[in-house]
């Protein structure tokens, strides 16, 4: 059973220092830990659907603005059909910032992903 803490770790470590599962399980091997990788996705991904509500939530937030910034980054996303094959996804950020205005809202971003436009 992985508590709190770890949960947190394995989560940090895959989207802000975008450690690969394969290589955290190599380090949680060297501390004697040896949770196999199906293991680890099996953890994020229940741990993003937990995550869903705020997700939504924060959406709209975001969206109930009078003004929303919004851009797409292209960003390469591999595929299992072919080895080596890249396909082009899109990262979707949209902002909401009154304080140029005088807005009172706190500013907040929200973020999707999408595999086409």
Known sequence: MA???LLAHLLVGKYCDHL???????????????????????WVGRSTALQEPLDEHIGKL????PVVFADDTPVKMQTGAK????HTARLW????????????????????FSVDR
Not at 83 to 86: I, Q, R, V
């Open 3 to 5: 508590g709190p803490g």
């Open 20 to 42: 690969p599962l394969n290589r955290q399980a190599e380090i949680y091997a060297r501390e004697k830990l040896d949770p196999h990788r199906s293991t680890l996705t099996d």
């Open 62 to 65: 975001v969206r109930a603005g």
């Open 83 to 86: 080895a080596g094959k890249a």
């Open 93 to 112: 950020s949209y902002v909401r910032y009154e304080r140029p205005w005088c807005g009172q809202a706190p500013p907040c971003a929200w973020y999707q």
